[in-house]
Nanobody, 120 residues
């Protein structure tokens, strides 16, 4: 089985920065896309950023230019650097990892979620 462990959330003032990490553990030979989603109170979950195995990235318009997604394939870890945070970034952030190999662990996996609160 594959497990994801997230870290890095917390309380930060507007304009501040946070870095989220998500490490996948278990028997993993290959990972396709890795991404971050968020769910704000009263809203649906939305994609924040994603990165492919080749390093291609895409971002939600609302975070473009402020957030940066990256991955360390040797550590099966994905990061989200969040700068210039705004109150509207307040949400629970979830990482998502698409494992492609081995076949018996193939599938989409989700982290437990980490709270990010942007407030003065």
């Amino acid at each position: 089985q594959v497990q994801l462990v997230e870290s890095g959330g917390g309380l930060v003032q507007p304009g501040g920065s946070l870095r989220l990490s998500c490490a996948a553990s278990g028997v993993i030979f290959a990972i396709n896309a890795m991404g971050w989603y968020r769910r704000a109170p009263g809203k649906q979950r939305e994609l924040v950023a994603a990165i492919t195995s080749s390093g291609r990235t895409n971002y939600a318009d609302s975070v473009q230019g402020r957030f940066t997604i990256s991955r360390d394939n040797a550590r099966n870890t994905v990061y989200l650097q969040m700068n210039s945070l705004k109150p509207e970034d307040t949400a629970v952030y979830y990482c998502n990892v698409a494992v492609s190999s081995p076949s018996y662990n193939r599938g989409d996996y989700w982290g437990q979620g980490t709270q990010v609160t942007v407030s003065s």
